[in-house]
């Protein structure tokens, strides 16, 4: 096997989103434009989306890695517009979009067109809420939107297996479509939560932070595997074990969070940036297999599809979100008001991603070549046209409607409310502790632990405080970098006494892991 083109691959796609965050540009953005414009250069080595790849071991971690970064508390609390938009909101896109393209589309039978319905239904939210963070929108609209990305694969992936069926002549139903989606669903759950316990149970059990980390690796693929052979979804096993997990990840030991952390933070950023430069190589392929669907034809198809896709999530969002709480007090009485501007960001953030290519270069042979060519190429269209046209115009639009900013200092307030009680809460647990005489400590490392203590305290009310007029920092600021310098300088003496040959290689790296672990909590101690 030739390792080369997934070097590239991987180097390629990994500079150009380290690049993209020096510039305006959304990271997924830039890497689909170089992409589509790398995929001509000759020379460069053909890659094709094999949904046998990108399916069972690119989705799982990337769905483990969003899913365990979220909120399992928000994300409750948003159950009703998640579920409105993963699993009705695709539904309603497969029949609308496969009817449209019905009738736009000489001679495309209705089954290979509700495929295509399906394929493009899923909005990847992975741009999204990319951007959704950079731009600064409020934590309910990233919560639904992240929610949505979780959950709305299952359904796609659900409704594409039905339609399919029809397609190939399988004779399926819709009451069939509707007990594969009922098993799927409760299936993928159930697994999910058969599995998070016991799981959650080895990763506290287990005592060597590399051994739990190695399972951490595992987990998402464990629960996809075990769903998919159960003819459950592999999708919605992984979310509900990462969001059980992410819940719970303070029971486990700190060095296997700290490794853990950054472990998936490299997996994420590799796994993204090589999921979004593959898309933009797949122009030459997807062309080559248009087959007699070409020219103006091929182009209108296109756009017109984009842009059912486009309002067909407009026309949905709108009464799903106001019409409920016309109808429901009880809805009105627990939720927050939605606004406009909230719907406005939630309808035109609906991107589309590599799981639809990855769909619509798994139909099978089985198919036509005509309807099949012309479904990879319109999806393909579609995924382009919604990652450029709504991804480069979200940021403004999302400035243009001026959501109000965060209150940082309210957030700042409620940090330092928050460690004042923790603090009192080990002050007393101090006090008890040092009560008993098995405890006994030295007044100076008894005044060093009071000492920590009340420097935490202190750290979140001295963001708060003023300026140094010379240097412009914080309290806090200059006390981080006060901090770095003084590690810095005995980092440099470790280092200097292993090359005269005091200590030995192994007693720097040691040395060198305790001052890393003191400068990380430093860092995080002073916000």
Same mark, same amino acid.
């Given at each position: 096997?030739?390792?080369?083109?997934?070097? &590239? &691959?991987?180097?390629?796609? /990994?500079?150009?989103? #380290?690049?993209?965050?020096?510039?305006?540009?959304?990271?997924?953005?830039?890497?689909?434009?170089?992409?589509?414009?790398?995929?001509?250069?000759?020379?460069?080595?053909?890659?094709?989306?094999?949904?046998?790849?990108?399916?069972?071991?690119?989705?799982?971690?990337?769905?483990?890695?969003?899913?365990?970064?979220?909120?399992?508390?928000? &994300?409750?609390?948003?159950?009703?517009?998640?579920?409105?938009?993963?699993?009705?909101?695709?539904?309603?896109?497969?029949? @609308? @979009?496969?009817?449209?393209?019905?009738?736009?589309?000489?001679?495309?039978?209705? %089954?290979? *067109?509700?495929?295509?319905?399906?394929?493009?239904?899923?909005?990847?939210?992975?741009?999204?809420?990319?951007?959704?963070?950079?731009?600064?929108?409020?934590?309910?609209?990233?919560? @639904? $939107?992240? =929610?949505?990305?979780?959950?709305?694969?299952?359904? /796609?992936?659900?409704?594409?297996?039905?339609?399919?069926? /029809?397609?190939?002549? !399988?004779?399926?139903?819709?009451?069939?479509?509707?007990?594969?989606?009922?098993? #799927?669903?409760?299936? =993928?759950?159930?697994?999910?939560? @058969? $599995?998070?316990?016991?799981?959650?149970?080895?990763?506290?059990? $287990?005592?060597?932070?590399?051994?739990?980390?190695?399972?951490?690796?595992?987990?998402?693929?464990?629960?996809?595997?075990?769903? +998919?052979?159960?003819? #459950?979804?592999?999708?919605?096993?992984?979310?509900?074990?990462?969001?059980?997990?992410g819940h719970r990840a303070w029971e486990v030991d700190f060095a296997t969070r700290l490794q853990e952390e950054a472990v998936w933070k490299m997996v994420a950023f590799v796994l993204e940036s090589a999921v979004f430069a593959l898309i933009g190589l797949q122009l030459p392929i997807v062309l080559k297999r248009l087959g007699e669907y070409q020219g103006p034809d091929a182009a209108w198809y296109a756009v017109a599809v984009f842009l059912v896709v486009v309002v067909a999530r407009?026309?949905?969002?709108?009464?799903?979100?106001?019409?409920?709480?016309?109808?429901? +007090?009880?809805?009105?009485?627990? !939720?927050?008001?939605?606004?406009?501007?909230?719907?406005?960001?939630?309808?035109? *953030?609906?991107?589309?991603?590599?799981?639809?290519?990855?769909?619509?270069? *798994?139909?099978?042979?089985?198919?036509?070549?005509?309807?099949?060519?012309?479904?990879?190429?319109?999806?393909?269209?579609?995924?382009?046209?919604?990652?450029?046209?709504?991804?480069?115009?979200?940021? %403004?639009?999302?400035?243009?409607?001026?959501?109000?900013?965060?209150?940082?200092?309210? +957030?700042?307030?409620? +940090?330092?409310?928050?460690?004042?009680?923790?603090?009192?809460? /080990? !002050?007393?647990?101090l006090d008890d502790l040092l009560s008993d005489e098995r405890n006994a400590l030295p007044p100076p490392l008894v005044d060093r632990l009071r000492t920590v203590l009340e420097r935490r305290r202190n750290a979140v009310w001295e963001r708060l405080g003023q300026v140094n007029p010379v240097t412009g920092e914080s309290v806090d600021d200059t006390y981080r970098r006060l901090s770095r310098e003084m590690i810095s300088a005995e980092r440099e003496v470790f280092v200097r006494l292993?090359?005269?040959?005091?200590?030995?290689?192994?007693?720097?790296?040691? &040395?060198?892991?305790?001052?890393?672990?003191? !400068?990380?909590?430093?860092?995080?101690?002073?916000?």
């Open positions: 096997m030739d390792v080369m083109p997934l070097l &590239l &691959l991987v180097a390629g796609s /990994a500079a150009v989103a #380290a690049a993209a965050r020096r510039t305006p540009a959304p990271a997924p953005l830039l890497l689909v434009a170089v992409g589509l414009a790398v995929s001509y250069i000759p020379g460069v080595p053909s890659y094709t989306l094999d949904p046998h790849v990108v399916l069972p071991l690119l989705l799982p971690p990337l769905l483990y890695t969003s899913a365990s970064d979220s909120s399992y508390l928000d &994300l409750r609390a948003q159950l009703r517009p998640v579920a409105l938009l993963s699993v009705g909101y695709v539904l309603f896109a497969t029949v @609308v @979009v496969g009817w449209a393209a019905y009738v736009i589309v000489p001679g495309l039978p209705l %089954p290979a *067109a509700l495929v295509l319905g399906a394929v493009v239904a899923p909005p990847d939210a992975v741009a999204a809420t990319a951007v959704a963070r950079r731009v600064g929108l409020p934590a309910r609209i990233t919560t @639904v $939107l992240q =929610g949505e990305s979780l959950l709305n694969d299952a359904t /796609a992936i659900t409704a594409y297996k039905v339609a399919l069926g /029809a397609a190939v002549g !399988e004779g399926a139903t819709w009451a069939g479509g509707i007990g594969e989606f009922a098993l #799927a669903a409760v299936g =993928g759950v159930g697994i999910g939560l @058969v $599995l998070m316990a016991p799981l959650h149970w080895l990763r506290t059990h $287990l005592k060597e932070p590399l051994l739990q980390n190695t399972l951490s690796l595992l987990i998402p693929f464990v629960a996809y595997g075990v769903a +998919e052979q159960s003819h #459950a979804s592999g999708v919605l096993a992984v979310v509900v074990v990462a969001l059980y997990l407009f026309v949905w969002v709108y009464p799903a979100t106001f019409l409920p709480r016309l109808l429901s +007090e009880r809805i009105r009485a627990r !939720e927050e008001n939605p606004t406009w501007r909230g719907a406005m960001v939630t309808s035109w *953030a609906g991107m589309r991603g590599v799981v639809s290519l990855a769909i619509a270069f *798994a139909i099978p042979s089985t198919m036509a070549d005509g309807p099949r060519n012309l479904i990879l190429f319109l999806t393909f269209t579609t995924v382009i046209g919604t990652l450029v046209v709504q991804g480069v115009t979200l940021p %403004p639009l999302i400035r243009l409607l001026r959501f109000p900013g965060r209150d940082r200092q309210a +957030e700042t307030l409620a +940090e330092a409310n928050a460690q004042a009680q923790a603090s009192r809460a /080990a !002050e007393a647990r292993r090359d005269h040959r005091y200590i030995d290689d192994e007693m720097l790296r040691a &040395l060198l892991r305790r001052l890393d672990l003191e !400068e990380a909590a430093a860092f995080r101690e002073a916000g």
